[in-house]
């Protein structure tokens, strides 16, 4: 935080932000541009870490907040619960000096209207500080409250993940590294990381992804040495799957089937040095902008269509593809460190209605593949539901398709494809099958 500017002042905005997910359902990610897009780079990083904090750790924030309340609050002081969450994780969670914390805390209760709630922010916060280890030691009872999860994703990673479960839920509440995606048509890893050392970064080669770099500390992409020239691109490493396994051949038909934002569509070309004809479709147009500018950056270019695959008519030229990438859309779960709102606006039931929809999109995908081609399936989901479970019984029912063994370092086999694990070697988590289309 800046010197000079009242410590209610930037909290405000993280508060408005944390609402905006916890209070109206919005995602993270978009209330934050908003409500930093007016601030100097540093303060605009201290805004985005504790609404995350707060947002993260929010479901056993509540539950502290709840036990310590001798009444309820009334729905009107909604916003008032959240603040005492975003006190809360500077506490635990965020190392703000323990007065601070209180201090700034309710003078923001001031600053945005609720002078009632001065007493109750310093009395509940302060018993927080006394009774510190008692309630880190209650919370940590169970696994829900443990990691801030909901017992729906606890179950189903454990589901999914008998021998790991805690470690993955335990990698979730981290905040993820800043990985990068190094252009290998054009430069070497070895290249590129005396590049960063030369600007003063530090960053260490991936142990298992053979074109992805790690940095010691997150910084603005415009800082990163040859990011504009295209030779650097930000990518998780467990991303940078797909288009390794997909492995498009020079000259190929490609359909990267849900493409926005374009990181994978990049890679896609990346691996041959542009040479593809490649189709990029997805039905968000506003997103379709964002692999315009990626692929502009990188100097590629592809066939770009705002469509949707279920309705290949609309889009369709009629001449079957080489290969297909199909990430199709899905919980996220393996992404949640990216995306920590994910444990407030997803529910259980909506995993069955993205399942429906996955294995529809399976099928519509496989009819654009030409016999002897081969189809990528992809999600960064952790649960069985939306991976093997929608895979394994299309492939039963379909006579021409056939699963290709995957055998990539840090991923788990699966009845078909392959898993990785949210927090191996520091990667989101990922699920890849990849389909073989008989000739």
């Known amino acids: 935080m800046s010197r000079g500017r009242t410590g209610w002042v930037p909290r405000r905005q993280a508060l408005e932000a944390s609402s905006r997910v916890i209070l109206k359902g919005e995602s993270l990610t978009?209330?934050?541009?908003?409500?930093?897009?007016?601030?100097?780079?540093?303060?605009?990083?201290w805004v985005r870490a504790l609404a995350y904090a707060t947002v993260r750790w929010y479901i056993r924030l509540e539950a502290i907040v709840e036990g310590m309340l001798e009444h309820p609050l009334k729905p009107r002081d909604a916003v008032v619960r959240v603040l005492l969450c975003q006190g809360l994780a500077e506490i635990f969670h965020f190392g703000t000096p323990d007065h601070a914390a209180v201090r700034e805390t309710a003078e923001?209760?001031?600053?945005?209207?609720?002078?009632?709630?001065?007493?109750?922010?310093?009395?509940?916060?302060?018993?927080?500080?006394?009774?510190?280890?008692?309630?880190?030691?209650?919370?940590?009872?169970?696994?829900?409250?443990?990691?801030?999860?909901?017992?729906?994703?606890?179950?189903?990673?454990?589901?999914?993940?008998?021998?790991?479960?805690?470690?993955?839920?335990r990698a979730s509440t981290e905040p993820a590294p800043m990985t990068l995606r190094v252009n290998t048509a054009r430069i070497d890893r070895a290249a590129l990381l005396e590049r960063?050392?030369?600007?003063?970064?530090?960053?260490?080669?991936?142990?298992?992804?053979?074109?992805?770099?790690?940095?010691?500390?997150?910084l603005d992409v415009d800082r990163l040495p040859g990011f504009a020239e295209g030779l650097v691109s930000v990518?998780?490493?467990?991303?940078?799957?797909?288009?390794?396994?997909?492995?498009?051949?020079?000259?190929?038909?490609?359909?990267?089937?849900?493409?926005?934002?374009?990181?994978?569509?990049?890679?896609?070309?990346?691996?041959?040095?542009?040479?593809?004809?490649?189709?990029?479709?997805?039905?968000?147009?506003?997103?379709?902008?964002r692999v315009r500018e990626n692929l502009r950056r990188l100097g590629y270019r592809a066939g770009m269509h705002i469509g949707d695959l279920a309705d290949p008519e609309s889009w369709?030229?009629?001449?079957?593809?080489?290969?297909?990438?199909?990430?199709?859309?899905?919980?996220?779960?393996?992404?949640?460190?990216?995306?920590?709102?994910?444990?407030?606006?997803?529910?259980a039931g909506d995993?069955?209605?993205?399942?429906?929809r996955q294995a529809a999109l399976l099928a519509t995908a496989w009819d654009l593949l030409r016999p002897g081609g081969r189809l990528l399936y992809a999600t960064c989901s952790l649960l069985r539901a939306e991976n093997e479970q929608v895979v394994a019984p299309w492939l039963a029912r379909t006579a021409d398709a056939r699963a290709v063994p995957l055998a990539f370092a840090g991923g788990v086999d699966r009845v078909v494809g392959r898993a990785i694990a949210l927090g191996t070697e520091a990667m989101d988590g990922f699920y890849y099958a990849l389909l073989a289309r008989g000739a």
């Open 108 to 169: 923001l209760a001031r600053a945005i209207q609720r002078p009632g709630a001065v007493g109750l922010v310093n009395a509940l916060l302060r018993r927080a500080l006394r009774e510190r280890v008692e309630l880190t030691a209650a919370m940590d009872r169970s696994p829900t409250m443990r990691y801030a999860c909901p017992a729906w994703l606890v179950t189903g990673v454990r589901d999914a993940f008998p021998d790991t479960w805690e470690e993955i839920l």
């Open 316 to 347: 369709w030229d009629g001449e079957p593809f080489d290969a297909i990438l199909l990430d199709v859309p899905c919980s996220a779960t393996g992404v949640i460190r990216r995306h920590p709102d994910i444990k407030l606006l997803r529910r």
């Open 196 to 218: 960063l050392a030369e600007a003063g970064l530090t960053a260490t080669a991936h142990p298992l992804v053979p074109s992805a770099l790690t940095l010691a500390e997150p």
């Open 235 to 289: 990518q998780d490493a467990a991303a940078q799957w797909a288009a390794l396994l997909l492995a498009p051949r020079p000259g190929e038909r490609v359909l990267d089937a849900c493409a926005a934002p374009g990181g994978k569509t990049g890679h896609l070309l990346e691996t041959v040095a542009g040479d593809l004809d490649l189709t990029a479709l997805d039905a968000d147009g506003q997103r379709m902008g």
């Open 30 to 45: 978009a209330a934050l541009l908003e409500e930093t897009a007016d601030l100097p780079p540093r303060e605009a990083a």
């Open 351 to 356: 995993v069955g209605d993205l399942a429906a």
